[in-house]
T-cell receptor
Framework: AQSVTQPDIHITVSEGASLELRCNYS??????LFWYVQSPGQGLQLLLK??????LVQGIKGFEAEFKRSQSSFNLRKPSVHWSDAAEYFC????????????FGTGTRLQVTL | DTGVSQNPRHKITKRGQNVTFRCDPI?????LYWYRQTLGQGPEFLTY????????KSRLLSDRFSAERPKGSFSTLEIQRTEQGDSAMYLC????????????FGPGTRLTVL
């Protein structure tokens, strides 16, 4: 069965600093990969997704992620963090050939200091 | 596009009572998903529908849980004889039916079982 690991439970960065959130997956084939963000009282919002092709994916709000097959990773990055980016971030994997369900990691809570 | 809506947003109930949640998907979406999210965890897949057909159920969905989507539009999730372990956020998502179509999430229903 597929699984997703987000090794960092909580990260604190200063506003304007760069950000990298780690995600590792376990799956036998090339998965579909997603990053979602969840703010308090809000639903999960899709930041970006990877299905195939270019391994560097651009998303909304200035985020990007890079798929590295050799490392089974799909890390999320942002060059300059804004205070409004404080939220919980979830990496998720979907099975190739079906989009019937997503398997999520446990999330990384991002705190931004001014 | 009004997004995915869920009602109620909060539900407090006593152990042993039955509860029902409703999800209204984005109107043209024929897939509808239910997930459960407990504190400090990522969402976990429960079940999904293609139109009115329930195509997959997780082992997490015990006999006390039932989901319906009678006309292929809104869906209900019922929990019978609630237990304290059922306390969680119940999330609904919808999508089109292509393999790469994005799941759009609602704000969730937070259930507290006393």
């Amino acid at each position: 069965a597929q699984s997703v690991t987000q090794p960092d439970i909580h990260i604190t960065v200063s506003e304007g600093a760069s950000l990298e959130l780690r995600c590792n997956y376990s799956y036998g084939a090339t998965p579909y990969l997603f990053w979602y963000v969840q703010s308090p009282g809000q639903g999960l919002q899709l930041l970006l997704k990877y299905f195939s092709g270019d391994t560097l994916v651009q998303g909304i709000k200035g985020f990007e992620a890079e798929f590295k097959r050799s490392q089974s990773s799909f890390n999320l990055r942002k060059p300059s963090v804004h205070w409004s980016d404080a939220a919980e971030y979830f990496c998720a994997v979907g099975l190739t050939g079906t989009a019937s369900k997503l398997t999520f990691g446990t999330g990384t809570r991002l705190q931004v200091t001014l | 596009d009004t997004g995915v809506s869920q009602n109620p947003r909060h539900k407090i109930t006593k152990r042993g009572q039955n509860v029902t949640f409703r999800c209204d998907p984005i109107s043209e979406h024929n897939r509808l998903y239910w997930y459960r999210q407990t504190l400090g965890q990522g969402p976990e897949f429960l079940t999904y529908f293609q139109n009115e057909a329930q195509l997959e159920k997780s082992r997490l969905l015990s006999d006390r849980f039932s989901a319906e989507r009678p006309k292929g539009s809104f869906s209900t999730l019922e929990i019978q004889r609630t237990e304290q372990g059922d306390s969680a956020m119940y999330l609904c998502a919808s999508s089109l039916s292509g393999f790469t179509d994005t799941q759009y999430f609602g704000p969730g229903t937070r259930l507290t079982v006393l």
